[in-house]
């Protein structure tokens, strides 16, 4: 048989490389999808200080995150000796720091004030927490009894930021009964990884706050001379006492915080004996400052629970 002299012509490497290319598919622009409505959509919350009086969040805002804390309201009617005696107090501390803000959530009723005792630190739940944290306040509150209590006496305290510092009336008796119900919290706040309220509670209720300026951050600004400025080792003790005195007005006054707000860098050394000896023996009469301790409540970014003490009306 005759072979034929034509040679098999086989594609090359390099074709092949050309026949196995992929093809290219044309592109295609993805389409714009159109803005939402302006009313549809929602603003993240902006940290003015101007418009809260100076105050910064302690934690940065976070979207789907609500602050959150625990504690026994007071409630405090116009015409009730306490109510006057919480005026009064407020009236005589502001004539000393002038930038004193009061307390008291003044919602409940028509010139009604209610003041807080804390059971928990200020915290913040994710927002599929909040019923199951609500939850478990109720069952703490059910467990509980409700109880009589009382104020003791004047203190100042500050914030753990030490951002602002309080004026507040500090509980004597129903301590017992409170440090119970904050260990009744503290597993469900150990299960969210959350701090648990002080190892030494002081429990009490705030009836005024003023900014704290840093010693870094703040400039005094004495409006004129004054002879306080220069305080003599030789002036008579009777006029350095007084002296002293201006001073400390002066101090607590004059600060301002690097934010141009009006601060200070603590209360003045005559604050709380003066307001113990106006208000103190009236402060600790059971027939002034006794309270009845009926209720626990929750507050979740906006909304309060409010739950019944066992036994409470």
Excluded at 2 to 31: H, W
Excluded at 55 to 80: K, N, W
Excluded at 175 to 204: D, G, I, M, V, W
Excluded at 250 to 258: E, H, I, Y
Aim: aromatic residues 8%.
């Amino acid at each position: 048989m005759k072979r034929s002299g034509a040679l098999v012509d086989y594609a090359s490497s390099e074709d092949d490389e050309e026949q196995i290319k992929p093809v290219e598919e044309p592109v295609t622009k993805k389409r714009k999808l159109p803005a939402l409505a302006f009313n549809l959509v929602v603003s993240a919350p902006v940290d003015n200080p101007a418009i809260h009086q100076g105050r910064l969040r302690s934690s940065p805002h976070v979207e789907g995150q609500f602050a959150a804390y625990v504690y026994v309201p007071v409630r405090i009617p116009p015409t009730s000796m306490l109510g006057s005696l919480v005026n009064n107090a407020f009236h005589h501390a502001v004539d000393i720091v002038s930038i004193l803000h009061p307390i008291g959530d003044t919602n409940i009723e028509p010139d009604e004030r209610e003041l807080h005792i804390s059971l928990t630190r200020p915290m913040y739940l994710r927002a599929h927490q909040r019923e199951e944290f609500r939850t478990a306040v109720r069952v703490v509150g059910g467990q509980q009894k409700a109880f009589s209590a009382s104020f003791a006496n004047f203190a100042e305290l500050t914030n753990d930021e030490r951002t602002r510092t309080f004026l507040t009336i500090e509980v004597g008796a129903g301590h017992r009964e409170l440090e119970a119900l904050c260990n009744a919290l503290a597993p469900t706040l150990r299960s969210y990884r959350q701090k648990e309220f002080y190892e030494k509670p002081r429990f009490h209720a705030s009836i005024a706050w003023a900014l704290l300026a840093q010693s870094t951050s703040t400039e005094f600004k004495p409006t004129s001379p004054s002879p306080s400025n220069n305080v003599d080792d030789s002036t008579h003790p009777l006029e350095q006492a007084t002296t002293s005195a201006k001073q400390d007005n002066l101090t607590a006054q004059l600060a301002v915080s690097s934010a141009g707000f009006p601060a200070i860098l603590r209360f003045p050394d005559s604050l709380l004996p003066g307001l113990e000896q106006e208000f103190g023996i009236t402060l600790r009469s059971r027939h002034v400052s006794a309270f009845e301790a009926e209720h626990i409540c929750v507050k979740i970014g906006k909304d309060v629970y409010k739950f019944r003490l066992k036994g409470g009306i």
